[in-house]
């Protein structure tokens, strides 16, 4: 594990032994609605020196489109094709189980336009036409969660067979200025499969967001689509930064891509020392610059 005070001082003086770098937002490039400090000189450069890089984000509720707006209100400059949402995996999930067409129920949103109706999916919100649906989708933002959560539960001991899809594995998420927080679509998801367990009734979500493989492999098509990257690229030779531990670090190591933990998010320098297994960072950062 090495430990350096900044990554640009880091990158700067010759540790480039990579070919493409991944990004969280949140506690790594941005913290709510400021600029964490470098960080927009770090992408500048990357982009001047045409690198490889993309911004990858458990955040399901908004459309590349919205997100591009919403970090550059913090001063990020970033287009939405610079972007990665776990949302976008559902593109993935429609072509390998040919499921152009289909209705899905979804609860909450997924961002406008929608990612379920971008991947080619029927989107269905009524409660009341749930039993014509060829699986459910857990969204995020504000909606009526008891009559929804009720009708995915009764959909789901009628159909157990049916597809459980959650763009965002997160179980919360910081939610105001006085430290709350609010429950994630994984908090959910896990919810409702664990009555249905109490019921003798097994049910697994494929989740697609960090630390998940869904959102990775996505990835990895669109920088070899997009930047001519070899198909047999050694995941060693790509670098992912993001300050959480169980999130960022955990996803990236279970495919063998190189971690490097921020110190600017939500995890201490006492935490990413006394990590071990999938949870331990190959780099620590205490700062971009």
Request: with cysteine; proline share 4%; aromatic share 12%.
């Amino acid at each position: 594990m090495l430990t350096s005070k900044t990554f640009l001082e880091w990158w700067q003086t010759g540790n480039r032994n990579f070919e493409a770098i991944l990004f969280d937002i949140d506690g790594t490039l941005v913290s709510g609605m400021h600029l964490l400090n470098g960080s927009d000189i770090l992408l500048e450069r990357l982009k001047q020196q045409h690198f490889p890089f993309y911004l990858l984000t458990n955040d399901g509720n908004h459309s590349l489109q919205e997100k591009s707006i919403i970090v550059g209100k913090a001063g990020l400059k970033i287009s939405p094709d610079e972007i990665v949402s776990c949302g976008m995996a559902i593109s993935h999930f429609v072509e390998h189980h040919n499921a152009f067409g289909q209705p899905f129920f979804v609860m909450g949103d997924l961002g406008k336009p929608c990612y379920a109706e971008t991947a080619g999916l029927k989107v269905c919100r009524d409660v009341s036409q749930i039993h014509t649906c060829s699986g459910v989708i857990i969204g995020e933002g504000f909606y009526d969660w008891q009559k929804n959560i009720n009708a995915v539960f009764n959909f789901f001991i009628r159909r157990p067979d049916m597809p459980l899809l959650v763009p965002n594995p997160d179980s919360y998420w910081p939610n105001g200025k006085g430290g709350e927080f609010g429950i994630g679509a994984g908090g959910k998801a896990r919810f409702i499969c664990g009555i249905l367990e109490e019921m003798g009734i097994v049910v697994k979500p494929e989740y697609f967001g960090k630390p998940y493989s869904a959102i990775y492999e996505y990835t990895l098509d669109l920088l070899k689509r997009r930047f001519g990257l070899p198909a047999d690229i050694s995941y060693s030779k790509i670098l992912m930064l993001g300050d959480s531990l169980k999130s960022d670090i955990k996803g990236a190591n279970m495919l063998g891509i190189k971690s490097g933990l921020m110190l600017t998010g939500i995890t201490s320098m006492e935490q990413a020392l006394a990590a071990r297994g999938e949870l331990k960072p190959d780099f620590i950062f205490e700062t971009i610059s």
